[in-house]
């Protein structure tokens, strides 16, 4: 596969985009020429947010970085990546149990699309505690969650309680 441009994709199921994401969409949006943030569909999880409202949050979270486009995509990410012609997959690491985890999985994508690379992006410490599960667990119990969230989704986040 021959790229001009370099093209990544950074999937998740965003639900919501917390701080966490956006740290990593705004380092690979440096050293990318276009980034690809795919909503998708993790089947071991049920999501709270629609599909249609994880995507415009990415978008709305997003919308600083010109470089950096938002989809929605219920197949297998290598497929997604083999048609949009992106052979680079980022993916952001916690901690050693994101590392094992990530690892098995790139094995296991790399099964199916052999010229995937993988690039682990590691997150700042302040974001380290984040997940979206923390931040739903949060609203569950009306807690104010705008200093986990990109505040330009902070309205939405309000919206959905
Ligand atoms: N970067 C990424 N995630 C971060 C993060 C960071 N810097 N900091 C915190 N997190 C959190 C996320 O919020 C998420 O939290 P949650 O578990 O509370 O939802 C968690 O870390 C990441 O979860 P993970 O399970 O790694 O990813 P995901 O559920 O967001 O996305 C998919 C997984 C969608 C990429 C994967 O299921 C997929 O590729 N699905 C498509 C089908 C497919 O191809 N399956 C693979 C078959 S081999």
């Known amino acids: ?17 917390t701080n966490g994401h956006k740290e990593i969409i705004s380092k690979i949006s440096e050293m990318f020429d276009e980034v690809l943030v795919a909503v998708c569909v993790n089947r071991a999880k049920s999501a709270k947010f629609s599909a249609d409202k994880r995507v415009e949050m990415v978008e709305k979270a997003c919308a ?15 497929d997604l990546m083999k048609s949009e012609n992106i052979k680079y997959n980022v993916r952001g690491i916690r901690d050693e149990a994101d590392y094992l985890y990530e690892s098995r999985m790139t094995l296991a994508n790399s099964e199916f699309f052999p010229e995937m690379v993988t690039v682990y992006v590691p997150c700042n410490e302040k974001n380290k505690f984040i997940s979206s599960t923390l931040v739903r667990e949060l609203m569950y119990y009306g807690k104010d969650v705008s200093e986990l969230v990109p505040q330009e989704i902070a309205d939405l986040i309000k919206e959905s309680k």
């Not at 596969?1 to 985009?17: H, L, S, V, Y």
């Not at 600083?64 to 290598?78: I, P, S, W």
């Open 64 to 78: 600083g970085y010109k470089n950096v486009k938002a989809t929605y995509y219920e197949g297998l990410l290598v």
């Open 1 to 17: 596969m021959k790229n001009d441009m370099k093209k990544c994709i950074f999937a998740g199921t965003f639900d919501p985009i």
